[in-house]
T-cell receptor, first 113, second 112 residues
Framework: NAGVMQNPRHLVRRRGQEARLRCSPMKGHSHVYWYRQLPEEGLKFMVY????????ESGMPKERFSAEFPKEGPSILRIQQVVRGDSAAYFC???????????FGDGTRLSIL | GEDVEQSLFLSVREGDSSVINCTYT??????LYWYKQEPGAGLQLLTYIFSNMDMKQDQRLTVLLNKKDKHLSLRIADTQTGDSAIYFCAESLRSSASKIIFGSGTRLSIRP
């Protein structure tokens, strides 16, 4: 039973480019969460999605960031016009239901040149 | 407010027990978690405890929860070099079960 799969593991972008991060939840999990980890810090919640719906985006920056979880395919976290401050590790987690423990992927480490 | 705090560093001798402590502020937590993160890797769910429990034991791991003091601890018995990692304490809230609030992590190092 594969765990949460994230790709790419590492992503390098220049300032102003777009970054797309992908997350495939564990089999049977329809709830997906995105977190951001800045260097030497804990994880901060960004957004919670359930198939085709954004349930809670209270941790998402208002501009440049968006997330989706289509009916078919992985969840995507999209960052437009990236800036240096977007450099971080982005983790995806999934759960079978909102009140069940979340299982995390290995993360995507985004570096902005 | 929502806040989870833990000390930044812990050093123990190989074979001794490690105790990592955590305090939280929101009394409406549902689950409390311990995650392990090795360098360059993702988070591994080590163990979790439901908020109506006091203790949970799983092989070398013992979790103690003191709801009155809002204090959570993780004890690792017979600490090994492979236990070197950052350990994150976290909670999910009844008011917002969707998101987990993380502490800043405790870096555990093992002395020979």
């Amino acid at each position: 039973n594969a765990g949460v799969m994230q790709n790419p593991r590492h992503l390098v972008r220049r300032r102003g480019q777009e970054a797309r991060l992908r997350c495939s939840p564990m089999k049977g999990h329809s709830h997906v969460y995105w977190y951001r980890q800045l260097p030497e810090e804990g994880l901060k919640f960004m957004v919670y999605l359930q198939k085709e719906n954004i349930i809670d985006e209270s941790g998402m920056p208002k501009e440049r960031f968006s997330a989706e979880f289509p009916k078919e395919g992985p969840s995507i976290l999209r960052i437009q016009q990236v800036v240096r401050g977007d450099s971080a590790a982005y983790f995806c987690a999934s759960s079978p239901d909102s009140d069940q423990p979340q299982h995390f992927g290995d993360g995507t480490r985004l570096s902005i040149l | 407010g929502e806040d989870v705090e833990q000390s930044l560093f812990l050093s123990v001798r190989e074979g001794d027990s490690s105790v990592i402590n955590c305090t939280y502020t929101d009394s409406s937590s549902t689950y409390l978690y311990w995650y392990k993160q090795e360098p360059g890797a993702g988070l591994q769910l080590l163990t979790y405890i439901f908020s109506n429990m006091d203790m949970k034991q799983d092989q070398r791991l013992t979790v103690l929860l003191n709801k009155k003091d809002k204090h959570l601890s993780l004890r690792i018995a017979d600490t090994q070099t492979g236990d070197s990692a950052i350990y994150f304490c976290a909670e999910s809230l009844r008011s917002s079960a969707s998101k987990i609030i993380f502490g800043s992590g405790t870096r555990l190092s093992i002395r020979p």
